[in-house]
C-alpha cells in the first residue's frame, strides 16, 4: 500500500485529470445520453464523486454533512445495497444538477477527504481511497469512449481535440511474425502487493497446449480485406447470435467507418479522417473478431494464453478480445458488501480483454488486468490479435 502522502498527491491527480478530460467538451456535450451503454460526462464527474462521498465520508467522518441529500439517488450507478437509484437510460435526462453545480459537488468532496486524509492513516481508509482512485481511472477511460461516441454520432462530426492521438506508436507495434510459447504449465493471476481487483486474484496453474501468438494486432488494411471479401455476408464465418445481429443492427464495417465516394473514413477524436491502414482496427466487438479470426483460419487466444504471452509483444494500444467467457478464479471471494457489487455480479455472459488502450489512464493497467464487456460492445477501443496452434 502506498504511503498516505503519495495516497493524497494519487488522489488528487486524479480527481484534475478527469477534469482536464471534459475541458475541451461545450456546455451542451455534458448532458447528451444517445444510446443506454454510453453515459453523459456530467453523469461521470458525479459518479466518481458520489463514490468517494458514500464510501468513505459519509461512513467514516463523524457528522460529514452531505452535499446534497439527492444526489446519492442521481449518482449512483449499479450498487443495490446502497440504495436506490435513477435508472441507467434516464442519466441523459437530467438537465438539473446543472454542470457548474456538478462541479462545485466534486470541489466540496475533494477538499472533504482532501483533509480527512491528512488527518487520518487507518490502513482501511487508504485501502477505500485506493480503490476509489482506480474506479474514477475506469470512469476517465469510459469518458473518452463516450465522448467520442457522443461527438462521433453527430452529423457534423466535430473534433474533441487537435491532440488525442488514436495510434500512437503503432509503427512500432506493428512487428510481423509470431511467437511460439510452448506446452506447459503456467500460473494466471496477480501476484504482488500492489493494487489490483479481486477478480484477479486466486492465483493459480493452467495448461497450456503450444501455441504460436502474433506479435502484431490486426490492422485496418487486414480487416478492409475481411470485408472485401464480403465477410460481413458469410454466415459460416458468424455465431449465430452474432449473425442476427449484424442483420438486426446493418453491420458492415467496424463502429465510425463511414464510405465516401469509395473511400473509406474513420471518425475519430480529431475529427472524421481517411483510414491509416497501418493502424491496428479498433472498435471492433467481439462477433466481429471472431468472424475475422474464421476468415483468417486461425482464431482468438483465452486470456491465460493471452496473459502468458504478453512480454512476448507490444500491448496497450487496444483492448484485445479474448475466447475467454469472464467468470470467477478458483477460491475468488467477493469483498463483502456493497463493494462486493464491483466485478463478481457481473460474471455472466462477458468476455474477456486483456491489454488496455488508448484510453487507459497512466497506471492503470498491468499484465493481469481482467476487463470484460459484452461481445456485441464496440464503443471502446477495441481490437485483436490472432493464434494458430501447432
Not at 449512483?76 to 446502497?82: F, H, P, R
Not at 457548474?100 to 466534486?106: F, M, P, Q
Request: glycine share 6%; net charge negative.
Amino acid at each position: 500500500m502506498i504511503i498516505t502522502d503519495n495516497l493524497i498527491t494519487s488522489f488528487l491527480r486524479t480527481r484534475s485529470d478527469t477534469e482536464e478530460i471534459c475541458a475541451p467538451l461545450q456546455i451542451e456535450d455534458y448532458v447528451i445520453q444517445p444510446i443506454v451503454d454510453v453515459s453523459p460526462p456530467k453523469w461521470h464527474l458525479g459518479h466518481t464523486t458520489w463514490f468517494f462521498e458514500e464510501f468513505i465520508l459519509s461512513k467514516y467522518v463523524p457528522g460529514f454533512e452531505r452535499f446534497h441529500p439527492e444526489y446519492a439517488y442521481v449518482f449512483n450507478s449499479y450498487y443495490e445495497s446502497v440504495g436506490k437509484r435513477v435508472i441507467r437510460t434516464d442519466r441523459g435526462n437530467l438537465s438539473r444538477p446543472t454542470v457548474s453545480e456538478v462541479y462545485e459537488y466534486r470541489d466540496y468532496i475533494t477538499s472533504h477527504l482532501q483533509t480527512f486524509l491528512e488527518e487520518n492513516d487507518d490502513p482501511k481508509i487508504r485501502e477505500l481511497v485506493e480503490i476509489g482512485i482506480h474506479h474514477e481511472k475506469q470512469h476517465q477511460e469510459l469518458l473518452i469512449t463516450d465522448i467520442k461516441f457522443i461527438l462521433g454520432n453527430n452529423p457534423l462530426f466535430p473534433k474533441y481535440n487537435d491532440t488525442f492521438s488514436e495510434n500512437p506508436g503503432f509503427d512500432d507495434d506493428q512487428i510481423s511474425g509470431y511467437s511460439t510459447v510452448e506446452e506447459g504449465v503456467y500460473e494466471i493471476g496477480y501476484e504482488g502487493n500492489k493494487f489490483c481487483y479481486d477478480n484477479e486474484l486466486g492465483r493459480h496453474k493452467v495448461f497450456l497446449r503450444e501455441y504460436t501468438i502474433a506479435n502484431a494486432l490486426v490492422t485496418n488494411k487486414e480487416y478492409l480485406e475481411f470485408i472485401e471479401d464480403k465477410g460481413y455476408e458469410n454466415s459460416l464465418l458468424w455465431h449465430a447470435e452474432a449473425w442476427d445481429w449484424i442483420h438486426t443492427d446493418n453491420i458492415k464495417a467496424p463502429l465510425y467507418w463511414h464510405k465516401i465516394d469509395e473511400q473509406y473514413h474513420q471518425y475519430t477524436l480529431q475529427g472524421l479522417k481517411t483510414i491509416d491502414y497501418t493502424a491496428p482496427v479498433t472498435h471492433i466487438s467481439f462477433y466481429e473478431a471472431f468472424a475475422f479470426a474464421q476468415w483468417k483460419g486461425e482464431r482468438l487466444p483465452t486470456e491465460f494464453e493471452w496473459e502468458t504471452a504478453q512480454s512476448l509483444f507490444k500491448w496497450g494500444i487496444r483492448w484485445e478480445w479474448t475466447e475467454s467467457a469472464y467468470s470467477p478464479y478458483p477460491n475468488y471471494k467477493k469483498a463483502p458488501g456493497a463493494l462486493g457489487e464491483y466485478n463478481g455480479k457481473f460474471m455472466v455472459n462477458q468476455k474477456v480483454l486483456r491489454g488496455g488502450s488508448v484510453a487507459t489512464p497512466r497506471d492503470h493497467t498491468r499484465p493481469t488486468y481482467r476487463n470484460f464487456f459484452h461481445p456485441h460492445l464496440r464503443w471502446q477501443f477495441t481490437g485483436l490479435r490472432l493464434v494458430k496452434d501447432k
